[in-house]
């Protein structure tokens, strides 16, 4: 696997590959690594010859300096897994690089950035697009895989890819789960014992809400169903629900007729987890 550092390097690996014929993957990521970025790279190598992977923590997205500072960060440890995953070559841009002194550049989805999490976050799916797209141009892949968890973020990037008209796919790859259903994230880590014993209300609140749907249901009482389990974990504080239409995120109302996308987001002391269900009639 190469490690690059800089985007002339990771460009001369890419174009070796263009040079041999090679179709080329992209799995973005913000490193300190489990098996949902693995699912990513999974994915990836199933479509694609080459797969190459990015870390970057990337600043643009953190509201809190705090947020950024505290993000755990562990590059050997990325290194291997990447390597033993199979990863063709793995991008660890400089800050600097991303974003050039004096860089004036951002990428907006203007509508969909600024709905739902977006308003909980402001700037947040900004900054995700804006590197996003800096990513897609440094790299330049036939594909890019995101996860289905960062549900609302996976629609953004499509919306952006689409309207800007990258020649790339976008795959949106399913949530993987600890053995007990909580949604593996790098944040996961931060929480204490009772704390991560509490954050089983986000997927439990989540297959309540799913066994509603399945035997018919309306939006409203699919809010009750979550809110009612969330808030009665006293640990649990729910800073977002949304129930929307899956794929381009407009609002719905009454009778659940088509597929809805469920985004929750749930602080447990100070650390915000996230977890997605679409949920069909
Ligand atoms: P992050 O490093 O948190 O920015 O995540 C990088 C990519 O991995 C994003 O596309 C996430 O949606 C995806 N991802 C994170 N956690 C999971 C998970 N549990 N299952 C599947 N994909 C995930």
Redesign the pocket.
């Known amino acids: 696997m190469k490690i690059c550092r800089t985007i002339a390097e990771c460009r001369s690996i890419v174009a070796g590959y263009r040079f041999a014929g090679e179709t080329v993957g992209l799995?973005?990521?913000?490193?300190?690594l489990?098996?949902?970025?693995l699912?990513?790279v999974a994915c990836s190598e199933t479509r694609v010859d080459r797969t190459v992977a990015t870390i970057f923590v990337n600043p643009a997205q953190f509201g809190e300096a705090a947020d950024l500072e505290a993000y755990p960060r562990d590059e050997e440890r990325d290194f291997e897994m990447l390597r033993a995953a199979g990863v063709d070559c793995v991008l660890v841009p400089d800050v600097s690089e991303v974003y050039p002194a004096e860089d004036e550049t951002i990428v907006e989805t203007t509508r969909m950035a600024n709905i739902l999490h977006g308003q909980v976050r402001p700037g947040h799916f900004r900054g995700v697009t804006t590197v996003v797209a800096r990513l897609f141009n440094f790299v330049q892949p036939d594909i890019a895989?995101?996860?289905?968890?960062?549900y609302q973020?996976?629609q953004v990037v499509k919306k952006m890819t689409r309207d800007l008209a990258f020649p790339i796919e976008i795959i949106g790859?399913?949530?993987?789960?600890e053995d007990d259903g909580l949604?593996?994230?790098?944040r996961n880590v931060r929480l204490g014992t009772k704390d991560r014993q509490a954050a089983l209300v986000l997927s439990r609140s989540l297959n309540a809400a799913d066994q509603a749907a399945a035997k018919g249901t309306t939006i409203e009482a699919l809010h009750d169903v979550i809110k009612n389990i969330i808030t009665a974990e006293p640990r649990a504080t729910l800073r977002g629900l949304d129930i929307v239409a899956a794929g381009d995120l407009t609002e719905i109302s009454g009778a659940l007729t088509s597929p809805a996308a469920i985004m929750i987001s749930v602080e447990f002391g100070g650390i915000l987890l996230l977890d997605q269900r679409v949920v069909t009639p």
């Open positions: 799995v973005p990521t913000m490193g300190f489990h098996d949902g970025h699912a990513l895989c995101f996860g289905e968890k960062d973020q996976l790859v399913p949530t993987v789960r949604a593996m994230s790098s």
